[in-house]
């Protein structure tokens, strides 16, 4: 039986082999995910053109922290390298890293049919320099089963999550010693930046740097939210929240040890796999609210680009088709990463089941875009101090009003004259 089997099998194998076997396959290299199941997912992808195609496709590891990762995109980059084809980008990178990227308006077929503003972010003196391959934004996530138990309602300002988390945290402690209210990132990377941004802009506080380029942070709001965040170190934030990322926070809240969490759509999902403590246990909404602003997350989410040091541009650009294509887009929603196509966002079976859908939404309608266009090939500058000097008055080792004229006076300086006071 099994010899008689084996043959036909292998005839057809090797029959539809020839038959899909490009006249010279090549293996491509792309540089993607890291956080969750990101890498997973993206290898899926990756597989699922490389059948297609008859090609292949490496997957490298990158660094979990968007900081790290850009240090090391900056190296392969301007050494062109050609070890790495395809690069997964951040939608603050374009002004850094565009000019060591294929613009790849010739290789996309439907380029309308993406959100145009992130169209407009990723070109760069004219080029297109990335297809958007995800929308990100922050979000708020909570224990559903203890805000009824403590009769609590969701809440809507800043002031509503410190007052509701005291009161959980110090109730939930006589059982867990490691319960605390609120866990974010409070790291010094990017992810720090964009906390700060929602602070900023739920507060009306400005964006950091205006889009005409005037340094906006040093103000009496952006010095009260920041105030108050940094009072919930050791009260309701644990004192290792000055060291998370996303995935420190997500792993606290997924054991059970918060009430709050901070933290991207990609949350969803893992938070209710039966692995998480809290699965069915968990609510997400939009962050809260400063005293005179509106709930807002950043704006976070991922590009794809290719090289110009590659030795496959076309093959590379079809990757990039393939893996920004509506279907790649469909499945990907599934798991947090949210699509870049406008069309997607009236399917209601996409979007009905998946509960991400609405609160990113309403994010968005005040979204906190960090100041990566006013500030161009300095933006990575300006990240660094602000979270750099944030990160000291979370600590307690610098005032608040020192660190925002500090952040000024370094913005200013760096801008080299582009960058202005109010
Ligand atoms: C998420 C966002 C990205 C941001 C990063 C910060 O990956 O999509 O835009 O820079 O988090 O940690």
């Not at 690069?87 to 993406?114: C, H, K, M, N, R």
């Not at 496959?312 to 790649?328: H, I």
Request: charged residues 20%; proline residues 5%.
């Amino acid at each position: 039986m099994k010899n008689t089997v084996i043959p036909c099998l292998g005839a057809a194998t090797v029959a539809a082999a020839l038959l899909s076997a490009p006249a010279l396959a090549v293996e491509l290299t792309i540089a993607c995910g890291a956080v969750g199941i990101e890498r997973q997912v993206c290898i899926d992808g990756a597989n699922r053109w490389a059948e297609q195609t008859g090609h292949s496709v490496d997957v490298v590891a990158t660094p979990q922290s968007s900081t790290e990762r850009l240090a090391m995109y900056q190296l392969l980059l301007r050494e062109r390298h050609n070890t790495v084809d395809v690069f997964q980008i951040d939608v603050i990178w374009p002004g850094l890293l565009g000019e060591y990227l294929l613009d790849l308006s010739p290789y996309v077929p439907d380029t309308d049919a993406f959100f145009p503003n992130l169209m407009a972010n990723n070109t760069v003196d004219g080029r297109l320099i990335a297809m958007p391959w995800y929308v990100d934004t922050g979000l708020l996530y909570y224990r559903k089963d203890l805000l009824d138990r403590y009769g609590h309602p969701v809440p809507q300002t800043w002031d509503e999550l410190e007052t509701i988390a005291t009161d959980v945290q110090l109730g939930e402690r006589s059982q867990n010693g490691n319960f605390w209210g609120y866990v974010w990132q409070g790291s010094d990377y990017e992810g720090l930046t964009c906390n700060v941004m929602e602070w900023l802009v739920s507060s009306d506080a400005g964006t950091v740097v205006s889009t005409q380029g005037v340094v906006t942070l040093d103000n009496d709001r952006a010095a009260r939210i920041i105030d108050q965040a940094a009072g919930w170190i050791d009260t309701i934030s644990p004192p290792a929240v000055l060291e998370y990322q996303e995935e420190d926070a997500r792993a606290q809240f997924e054991a059970g040890n918060a009430l709050f969490m901070r933290n991207w759509p990609y949350a969803w999902r893992l938070a209710n796999e039966p692995e998480s403590a809290v699965s069915g246990n968990v609510g997400v909404t939009v962050l809260p609210q400063g005293d005179s602003g509106m709930p807002s997350g950043a704006l976070g989410g991922w590009q794809l680009a290719v090289t110009e040091a590659t030795r496959y541009p076309a093959l590379s650009a079809d990757l990039v088709r393939f893996l920004t294509s509506e279907s790649e887009q469909r499945r990907r929603a599934d798991f947090g990463y949210l699509p870049t196509r406008s069309a997607l966002y009236n399917e209601p079976e996409l979007t009905q089941g998946n509960a991400v859908f609405e609160p990113v939404g309403r994010a968005l309608e005040n979204v906190a875009v960090r100041p990566s266009s006013a500030t161009g090939r300095t933006y990575k500058y300006v990240s660094r101090y602000v979270s750099g000097e944030i990160h000291e008055v979370l600590r307690g080792t610098k005032s608040t009003s020192d660190a925002l004229a500090s952040i000024t006076d370094r913005i200013v300086e760096r801008g080299l004259g582009d960058l202005q006071r109010p």
